[in-house]
């Protein structure tokens, strides 16, 4: 049981729902007013609200401020954080050094594992990360390097 458990969530949510609707019902008084070219009046948000209601919520929202409970997450207003990534992150364009290094790899210029180290030099990242990075972008990289052969055979052939 949770320590959130102790507190009373209806009163919170009953409490919310009455000054959501105490505030849809001021705003449409203002509009109107606004359009009558007359000056609005001042609009409580707790019309309807007893003082034992206000008291209920304010010693409910009190003792969860006070024992640090994450509000939004409990409501479901934000999500639970995920594993946060890595800080850096690779460029995948043709233009960057990263591929320049799966380029020499897959020419077979380099090895494996000085493609690797490279990767991880340029970039900081951790060896599972540039091994990935290499099998991903390794089929674009072959595919650029006929195109590339393509292109040198055309213009020698001039």
Do not use: C, W
């Amino acid at each position: 049981m949770s320590d959130f458990d102790y507190y009373d969530l209806e009163a919170i949510k009953s409490f919310i729902t009455k000054v959501n609707a105490n505030h849809s019902k001021g705003f449409d008084r203002f509009v109107a007013a606004k359009r009558l070219g007359i000056e609005p009046q001042e609009e409580s948000l707790s019309e309807g609200l007893t003082n034992d209601e206000i008291l209920a919520v304010t010693r409910s929202l009190a003792a969860l401020v006070f024992a640090g409970v994450d509000l939004k997450l409990k409501f479901g207003i934000r999500k639970r954080s995920t594993k946060k990534r890595s800080g850096t992150r690779l460029d995948e364009t043709i233009h960057s050094p990263e591929f320049g290094v799966v380029m020499a790899y897959v020419s077979r210029d380099i090895t494996h594992t000085q493609a690797v180290n490279k990767i991880m030099g340029l970039r900081h990242v951790e060896k599972r990360q540039a091994e990935s990075f290499i099998k991903k972008r390794r089929q674009a990289a072959i595919d650029a390097a006929k195109i590339r052969q393509m292109i040198l055979t055309a213009t020698a052939a001039k």
